[in-house]
Structures are given as C-alpha cells and as structure tokens.
C-alpha cells in the first residue's frame, strides 16, 4: 500500500459546481496535511495547509482532515474555469521544511 | 523576489550522455529539495538540504544521480550517465526553515527533460 493515495481523474465539472477532491494515507505519523495547485507546465504552489485535525476555510476553499479514518479531503466552492489544475495532497510527520510525500495529484477541469 | 529559479527550462539529450540540472533557491531560504514529477509515479523527492547539508538522499534512484549544494544560493543535480527512463521533469523548491512546522514550500518552474 502507498503511502499516499489519491485517485487521478480526470474530473471535469461545470462552473459554479462544487469540487470534493481527495487522499488516503496509511502513515499515522503525519501531521501536517497541504494541498498544493498545479497549473499545466508550472511548479506547484501551496493552496492550503492543515495541522492535525480540524477544518480550515480560505474563500472558496475549505481543507477537511480526519486523521482517526487517515482521510483529508479539498472542497471547492463555486468552482471557476481559473481553478482548472492538477490538485495534489502532501502530508509530513514534521512540518513543510521537512520530507513531504505527495499524492499523484487530480486534475481537475471547470467548464464555463 | 525572483522566486526559485531554474536552469535549463528544457533539455534534450542523448542516452549516456551527462546532464546538469541548476537551481537559485529563494534568497534567506535554509531548505532546498529536488523533485522528479512524472505521469506513472507523481511527485517524488530525491534529496533535500538544510543550510548546504544533505539532509536525506534516500530518494535519489541511483549512484548515477548526484546533487550538490556549494553555497546557499546554488545547487545542482547531475545525471551521469542518462537513461530514456530518466525522463521527466525536475523541480527545485526552497523553504525558509521555522520551528512551527506552519512551513512552505516554494517551487521553481521545472526542467523538462528528455533523454532519447
């Protein structure tokens, strides 16, 4: 079993939709939980960060994490053709200036 | 800030010859990492550094691949010999290093490359 798990798409949605994106993992040791934007040709950037469990709300972003079933989830409220990009989770045992593992990341598309 | 700046954007070269990837991390940054991204395998790290140490090499593939980090705003990652299955894209980040663990990580555009 990997060691982060999240499913690939592609999932495309109209705008305006809402966008559940999300990971698996098997490692009870990480406590830090990210999700990074990928747009098509570019480095990832951090979208999101979570320590341990617990909501955290930024706009049209929310990061869900439940570390007692080792899921985390990306909602995506009223989504725009702009968030079009690959999502990717990351998860440390030890914070962001430490080793992160990623997940293969999803690519999402949003139809005007 | 110019954010991480890497060289060469693209890179195009044949079987067994060497290849030498650069990196500029962010000025005042501690922490420089070197990913591989590629369609079968994801995002994997290969080898971070902390203050121009290497911290954790358990990532990089083979003895044919090889990082150093002369000073705290240089870096490279060698590749000798290359094999078509070294294609891939290759990410430099940088992160400033805190206690708090609230850390990022900032990543450059990429190298592309394509052993043939």
């Known amino acids: 079993q990997k060691e982060v798990e999240q499913d690939p798409g592609p999932l495309s949605v109209p705008e305006g939709a809402i966008v559940s994106l999300n990971c698996t993992y098997s490692?009870?040791?990480?406590?830090?939980f990210m999700w990074y934007r990928q747009y098509s040709r570019k480095g990832p950037e951090l979208l999101m960060y979570?320590?341990?469990?617990g909501n955290k709300e930024d706009g049209r972003f929310t990061a869900q994490v439940d570390k007692s079933s080792k899921y985390i989830s990306l909602f995506i409220r009223d989504s725009q053709p702009s968030d079009s990009a690959t999502y990717l989770c990351?998860?440390?045992?030890?914070?962001?200036?430490?080793?992160?593992?990623f997940g293969k990341g999803t690519k999402l598309t949003v139809n005007p | 800030d110019a954010g991480v700046i890497q060289s060469p954007r693209h890179e195009v070269t044949e079987m067994g010859q060497e290849v030498t990837l650069r990196c500029k991390p962010i000025?005042?940054?501690?922490?420089l990492f070197w990913y591989r991204q590629t369609m079968m395998r994801g995002l994997e790290l290969l080898i971070y550094?902390?203050?121009?140490?290497?911290?954790?090499d358990s990532g990089m593939p083979e003895d044919r691949f090889s990082a150093k980090m002369p000073n705290a705003s240089f870096s490279t990652l060698k590749i000798q010999p290359s094999e078509p299955r070294d294609s891939a894209v290759y990410f430099c980040?940088?992160?400033?290093?805190?206690?708090?663990?609230?850390?990022?990580?900032?990543f450059g555009p990429g190298t592309r490359l394509t052993v043939l």
């Open positions: 980040a940088s992160s400033l290093g805190t206690s708090l663990g609230a850390d990022t990580q900032y």
């Open positions: 490692n009870s040791a990480f406590q830090y």
């Open positions: 979570t320590y341990s469990s």
């Open positions: 990351a998860m440390s045992s030890q914070g962001g200036s430490e080793k992160l593992v």
């Open positions: 000025s005042g940054h501690d922490y």
């Open positions: 550094f902390n203050n121009n140490v290497p911290i954790d």
